[in-house]
């Protein structure tokens, strides 16, 4: 089982629809969760960080995490075409460097 | 301020030649890390500077690849020889914090394709 996962997608929303990302992670001692935004042939950039059990908004933005079920989630809502990017799940297990999940490609459709 | 830089951008060379490809952390960042992402495959952690000190190399692949931070300024990561599955992109990282809850800042990474 891979550390951290999530839909490669490409997932597809209009605009101004709210778009839900999904990553869940295997190791239950992880302490902080993050999410990266990385626009095609561009470094990651974070977007959000979260490191206790709720929501967390920022602008447009809410991250979600769930310790219990193992899975953080981001919310955006009002996506605009802007957003559309690869959105990369960060996870700390315990003890370790961050770990990153493949991604999901988002892609806001006028 | 400057954020986190990375050269060359691009590097193309032949299997079994050598490459080094260099990074400068945002100033003051203690910590130094770096990433390689593969085509289709998701970001590895290679290793983690803390200062001039490698506090983490778990994820270097072989001997193959030798990273140094003199004087815990900029850091140098050395691929000799290079082989075709060296081939992807190469980022940089650095962090100020420490304890796995601090912020990584991303450079814009290296392409690294080994023919």
């Known amino acids: 089982q891979k550390e951290v996962e999530q839909n490669s997608g490409p997932l597809s929303v209009p605009e101004g629809a709210i778009a839900s990302l999904n990553c869940t992670y295997s190791?239950?001692?992880?302490?902080?969760f993050f999410w990266y935004r990385q626009y095609s042939g561009k470094s990651p950039e974070l977007i959000m960080s979260?490191?206790?059990?709720g929501d967390k908004e920022d602008g447009r933005f809410t991250a979600q995490l769930n310790k219990a079920s193992q899975y953080v989630s981001l919310l955006i809502r009002d996506s605009q075409p802007s957003d559309s990017a690869t959105y990369l799940c960060a996870v700390t297990p315990y003890g370790q460097n961050f770990v990153f999940g493949p991604g999901t490609r988002l892609s806001v459709l006028p | 301020e400057a954020g986190v830089t990375q050269f060359p951008s691009h590097s193309v060379i032949e299997k079994g030649q050598t490459v080094t490809l260099r990074c400068d952390p945002i100033?003051?960042?203690?910590?130094l890390y770096w990433y390689r992402r593969v085509m289709g495959k998701e970001i590895k952690f290679l290793l983690h500077f803390v200062k001039e000190s490698k506090q983490d190399e778990s994820g270097m692949p072989n001997n193959r690849f030798l990273a140094e931070r003199t004087g815990g300024t900029y850091s140098t990561l050395k691929v000799q020889p290079a082989e075709l599955e060296d081939s992807g992109v190469y980022f940089c990282a650095s962090s100020q914090g420490g304890g796995g809850n601090e912020k990584l800042f991303f450079g814009s990474g290296t392409q690294l394709s080994v023919l």
């Open positions: 100033s003051g960042h203690d910590n």
């Open positions: 190791d239950r001692g992880s302490q902080s």
């Open positions: 979260i490191y206790s059990n």
